[in-house]
């Protein structure tokens, strides 16, 4: 299993959609996991640690788990079938390990709540879990990087260009002067 963190909650421009990221806290690697916009928010409601007026019903979840005399352990983004993540909520009840069947999106805004670890399978983490690729610099060698800095340099950006067309005239009449 690898330890994961949520490394942050995003939103698509594009689709408004929600997407969460989890990052392996010994790795570079991170997997993203769509999520509905309420459980988006759930999730980054706790992870900002906003008061919320009335329990939502994750804090619902988490108070009743904890009434009823048990404890979450740890959730597991356990199997990707048909690209849909599985997970499993692991809780304590009285020396007893349960296994419940949640949505990911589910585990990750409960886990926040009981402030416990975050796992995923290694096979699941191997199959959808991504790497940033590594600066261009570094792969560039020292002979590369300075015919390309040549180049940047013998070359004004078009934003340069731009910038350099514009009058400013007298920045400190306050604009009467146009």
Same mark, same amino acid.
């Given at each position: 299993?690898?330890?994961?963190?949520?490394?942050?909650?995003?939103?698509?421009?594009?689709?408004?959609?929600?997407?969460?990221?989890?990052?392996?806290?010994?790795?570079?690697?991170?997997?993203?996991?769509?999520?509905?916009?309420?459980?988006?928010?759930?999730?980054?409601?706790?992870?900002?640690?906003?008061?919320?007026?009335?329990?939502?019903?994750?804090?619902? /979840?988490?108070?009743?788990?904890? @009434?009823?005399? $048990?404890?979450?352990?740890?959730? =597991?983004?356990?199997?990707? #079938?048909? !690209?849909?993540?599985?997970?499993?909520?692991?809780?304590? /009840?009285?020396?007893?390990?349960? @296994?419940?069947? $949640?949505?990911?999106?589910?585990? =990750?805004?409960?886990?926040? #709540?009981? !402030?416990?670890?975050?796992?995923?399978?290694?096979?699941?983490?191997?199959?959808?879990?991504?790497?940033?690729?590594?600066?261009?610099?570094?792969? =560039?060698?020292?002979?590369?990087?300075?015919?390309?800095?040549?180049?940047?340099?013998?070359?004004?950006?078009?934003?340069?260009?731009?910038?350099?067309?514009?009058?400013?005239?007298?920045?400190?009449?306050?604009?009467?002067?146009?």
């Amino acid at each position: 299993m690898v330890e994961v963190t949520i490394d942050s909650i995003r939103v698509s421009l594009m689709s408004q959609h929600r997407v969460a990221i989890l990052k392996d806290v010994d790795g570079d690697r991170f997997l993203p996991i769509w999520i509905g916009p309420c459980e988006a928010d759930a999730i980054t409601v706790r992870l900002q640690e906003v008061e919320v007026a009335r329990p939502i019903t994750h804090d619902l /979840l988490f108070n009743m788990i904890g @009434e009823l005399g $048990a404890k979450v352990e740890h959730v =597991l983004i356990r199997e990707l #079938r048909n !690209d849909v993540f599985l997970a499993h909520i692991i809780v304590n /009840l009285r020396g007893k390990r349960l @296994e419940i069947d $949640a949505r990911p999106s589910d585990a =990750l805004a409960l886990a926040v #709540r009981a !402030d416990t670890k975050i796992y995923v399978d290694d096979a699941v983490m191997d199959t959808a879990g991504i790497t940033p690729e590594h600066d261009i610099e570094e792969e =560039l060698g020292s002979e590369q990087q300075e015919q390309r800095r040549s180049a940047e340099e013998a070359t004004p950006s078009v934003f340069t260009d731009f910038v350099d067309t514009l009058d400013f005239g007298d920045e400190d009449d306050g604009g009467k002067n146009k």
